[in-house]
């Protein structure tokens, strides 16, 4: 079967099943591959295997049992600001990585800059929060291919995620959350059909 059609937001986890570690570095290695606009990473994902943390946050998330019942969650943040110095870093690592000067990609440094300076920072946050939600469809699309199951949740209060986890001193805030794990046998949401429109009502072709 397709693993898309496959895949669902899963409701109930079984809490004694566990990603191995070799598969559960390799999902995150998908995670870490993730596009983002200029290849900036305005990004961190917070792994959280901890059971007491877990249920410490469980009430911020109107109590959904994936936070406690999956093998782990993940906490989607966004860096709260955008700055030059973050992208000085960013094009010292790309010159090391590829083995060029940093005076090579000057050019490409000035264009970042002149993107963000022609932003606000309302807009520069909203622009960092939509690269997150990027990184997640990548994120759940590889843990279907491997038959791994996940919970996307909107649902959590980020205020309070963001102070129990300490990410206002890291400079993060949280977006969104997903759980991972495997389904348990007898989570009633697995055997309902997928409701999708149909590819003539959502897509529209102008060729």
Known sequence: MDPLHWRYATKKFDP????SKP??????EALRLS?????????????????????????????????????CVIVFCSLKTMDEKYVQHYIDHAARVRGVTKE????????????????????????????????????LAECAHRKIDTCP???????????????????????????????ASDDQYAQLRKVRFTSKEIFVDRS
């Open 16 to 19: 004694s099943r566990k990603i």
């Open 23 to 28: 598969e559960f570095e390799e999902i995150l």
């Open 35 to 71: 596009p983002s606009s200029f290849g900036l990473q305005p990004w961190k994902f917070i792994v959280i295997h901890d059971p007491d943390l877990r249920k410490r946050l469980r009430p911020y998330a109107w109590d959904q049992a994936q936070l406690t019942d999956a093998d």
């Open 104 to 139: 090579s990609l000057s050019d490409y440094e000035q264009k970042i800059m002149t993107f963000l300076k022609s932003q606000d920072t309302h807009q520069i946050a909203a622009s960092m929060k939509n690269q997150v939600h990027i990184a997640l469809g990548v994120f």
């Open 153 to 183: 949740i909107g649902g959590f209060d980020p205020q309070k995620f963001d102070e129990i986890l300490g990410l206002s001193s890291l400079g993060l805030e949280s977006v969104v959350v997903c759980a991972v794990g495997y389904r």
